[in-house]
């Protein structure tokens, strides 16, 4: 049995229809992501997890226990928002040891917990600190650490590192896997960020009109598309159709409405079991440590993308050869 399970949810917000009969299901100790464009439903689950947003109809089980009618403060369920929500009055110790003297925790067993959080997380050296002190990512921290504290059967992050800089977004996310794998907490990380979805997650579920479009390990979501909708929104896939493969190949292996081709699938140099295409760069875009090539070929545009070597053969108006193999062809339904 998962130890979070969401069974045919559906919830409603100003009269509009946010989640329809969305089912889902996570085992303890996961990681999961919940990804997709803005406006797809996935801080409202959170939301509707955590008794922040009223259910209309369907169940959510955690660790086997009904807890869809519970009063948010009985769910023991812990949650990170976007804004850290900080007291600002209050040192970084006593903002984190909050939730706990609202359980009414002894004194000294309070102290202790804080101490050993605020190591976990690094912050042991600004216990005496004011949120107006620390740094965005120091503040993270403690939203954190304070929600960590009460040992909530699950915790919900919404989109917690968005107003992070690159950088330390990047140092941030790697410590927060790191901080769960140690812990064991499951958590649901909601993010419209596809690499971030990609590093920290166990599992991703795809969400698109407050439905889950597809489910599966970071590897399994990449790789194996299953629709349209996620073929968009992971990666930056070719589409291809039927006379375009049919064109490429000769036969089709598999019949579909759809076929995509992953960019970094098609290759400069000659690969086995690889029919051969001719074509000129038109565009050539650096993006990082990856060169992305638009190709104009007969068989239409496609996108190609290289490690970045600084490869003078890729510069714009070159006639280059490109290979592609037909297993690395997707093919989607609708």
């Known amino acids: ?76 369920v812990g949650m990170v928002f976007q804004s850290y929500a900080l007291f600002p009055n209050l040192t970084v110790a006593d903002n984190v040891a909050f939730g706990l003297a609202m359980k009414r925790v002894k004194k000294d067993a309070v102290n202790k917990k804080v101490a050993q959080i605020l190591e976990l997380v690094g912050l042991e050296d600004k216990a005496k600190s004011y949120p107006s002190e620390l740094s965005g990512g120091q503040q993270q921290r403690v939203a954190l650490a304070r929600s960590i504290v009460v040992e909530p059967k699950v915790l919900l992050l919404d989109e917690p590192l968005s107003a992070l800089d690159a950088q330390i977004r990047r140092q941030l996310r790697l410590e927060l896997c790191r ?20 590093t920290i997650s166990d599992r ?27 073929a968009g929104f992971i990666g930056n896939y070719n589409k291809l159709n039927k006379m375009q493969v049919e064109q490429l190949f000769g036969s089709l292996d598999k019949d579909g409405s759809t076929y995509v081709l992953r960019p970094e699938a098609i290759d400069f140099t000659p690969q086995a079991h690889a029919v051969s295409v001719v074509g000129q760069i038109i565009e050539r875009h650096i ?31 070159k ?11 997707v093919t989607l339904h609708q």
């Open 204 to 230: 991703i579920f795809v969400m698109h009109k407050g439905k889950i479009a597809q489910e599966g390990t970071p590897s399994e979501v990449y790789f194996h598309p299953q629709n349209e909708f996620v």
């Open 287 to 317: 993006l990082g440590n990856v060169v992305r090539c638009t190709v104009q070929t007969q068989h239409g545009t496609l996108w190609v993308d290289r490690i970045n070597q600084g490869q003078a053969e890729l510069d714009e108006s």
């Open 179 to 198: 901080l769960q794998r140690k812990l064991g907490i499951t958590m649901i990380f909601v993010t419209h960020d596809q690499e971030e979805a990609m």
């Open 1 to 76: 049995m998962s130890y979070l399970t969401i069974e045919n949810l559906n919830l409603e917000l100003g009269g509009k229809m946010i989640l329809t009969d969305l089912n889902l299901s996570i085992e303890k100790g996961q990681l999961i992501s919940l990804l997709g464009p803005s406006g797809c439903g996935k801080s409202t689950l959170l939301r509707g997890i955590s008794g922040l947003n009223s259910i209309k109809s369907g169940k959510v089980m955690i660790d086997g226990q009904d807890i869809t009618k519970l009063a948010p403060k009985k769910r023991e």
């Open 319 to 329: 006639d280059v050869t490109l290979f592609i193999r037909q297993e690395d062809v």
